[in-house]
């Protein structure tokens, strides 16, 4: 196995684990390309989000432009390119959840926690994001916290629903 990457000469944000890991799935794909997402996955879930610097860490450890990884980065809705709250709140704005009320859910969402779409709360507790189809049309209007699916989503219940999630 290669490595390419002196560590020594850099001020470095990945661990060494980190990047060992990196390496592993650098080498496991027959194009570098394809182990982007993977990493950047390794990476968020060590610091939260992908900050300029852990991208350029990871253009030198991968050998391709940060411009590459950045346009993948930007696309993949699940990753962040700026600080997230602990807790991610997506509301689904797709067509039925749209018909049984999900705009009246995200503006619920919007007062109770102070902020607009696409922000965090100021204790870095909430984020709130829209999403597509979340694959439960029958049981809208549907919201995902972090991993969790909550389905028939009331306006009366959310503080409820929020407050499980410190
Ligand atoms: S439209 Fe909302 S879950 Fe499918």
């Not at 940060?66 to 993949?76: D, M, P, V, W």
């Not at 984020?127 to 995902?144: E, N, R």
Request: glycine residues 4%.
């Amino acid at each position: 196995m290669c490595f390419m990457y002196k560590r020594e000469n850099l001020m470095c944000e990945l661990s060494k684990k980190e990047i060992f890991k990196i390496q592993y799935v650098k080498n496991k794909y027959p194009y570098v390309q394809a182990s982007i997402i993977e990493v950047l996955k390794i990476v968020q879930k060590g610091h939260g989000w992908i900050s300029d610097s852990l991208l350029q860490e990871i253009s030198n450890i991968l050998e391709i432009s940060s411009c590459e990884i950045e346009g993948i980065a930007t696309f993949y809705s699940q990753i962040f390119r700026k600080p997230v709250g602990r807790n991610i709140i997506r509301y689904c704005d797709s067509v039925v959840c749209f018909l049984n009320g999900c705009n009246q859910i995200k503006k619920t969402l919007e007062q109770i926690l102070n902020l607009k779409i696409g922000h965090t709360t100021q204790d870095f507790r909430y984020t709130l994001l829209p999403t597509c189809c979340l694959g439960a049309c029958d049981q809208g209007p549907v919201i995902m916290i972090n991993k969790d699916l909550i389905y028939k989503v009331k306006k009366k219940i959310i503080l409820k629903i929020l407050d499980v999630y410190k």
